[in-house]
């Protein structure tokens, strides 16, 4: 039997704590844990649907869709631009090692979106998915990832794409396949 839990954050689930991962063309996870608990020991309930964890990143698409966006942010405007090249050697070093990679990134992000509301940044992500629809160079779908993941789909399992861009730049690439659930 598979389980499927109602999952809001990826590692305080029961569910996905006990996954076997399964080496594929796509980077597929498969869970086949017995059992769903509550927080208190209490067995939930039993589930017939298999779960499939795809990464968006590297597996889904072929390149880093937030890296592309926030280019393209710092390209639409030339203040961003300047700044971004002034920041570039120490954001380059801080990148280049692990862990101080977070702080290069945070710099690179602030520069690209500082003044911007919740909906200009919408607007901004609607504008990066039309251009990579549109045939974006750099960023495109994976077909054997895609393909499994539409099997999965074909099948009546639930499928969830996990990755460390923003949910909202998630969504909104995965916006034609409904069935879909981003963490």
């Known amino acids: 039997r598979y389980v499927v839990a109602r999952i809001t954050r990826l590692d305080a689930s029961p569910a996905l704590q006990r996954c076997r991962y399964l080496k594929s063309s796509a980077s597929l ?28 990143d590297g597996t889904l698409l072929a390149g880093d869709s937030t890296g592309a966006w926030l280019r393209m942010l710092l390209g639409s405007s030339w203040v961003r631009c300047i700044f971004a090249a002034v920041t570039l050697p120490a954001t380059v070093l801080l990148l280049w090692f692990p862990k101080s990679r977070r702080v290069g990134a945070s710099i690179l992000l602030w520069i690209a979106t500082v003044g911007y509301d919740r909906s200009a940044l919408a607007t901004s992500i609607e504008r990066f998915a039309k251009a990579f629809e549109a045939g974006m160079r750099g960023l495109r779908w994976r077909n054997d990832g895609l393909a499994v993941m539409e099997r999965h789909l074909a099948a009546g399992d639930r499928v969830l794409v996990v990755t460390a861009a923003p949910v909202w730049l998630a969504e909104r690439l995965l916006a034609s396949r409904s069935e879909v659930h981003v963490l």
Do not use: H, K, N
């Open 29 to 56: 996870l498969i869970c086949y844990p017995p059992i769903v608990t509550s927080e208190a020991g209490q067995m939930v309930g039993w589930y017939q649907r298999q779960v499939a964890v795809f990464d968006l």
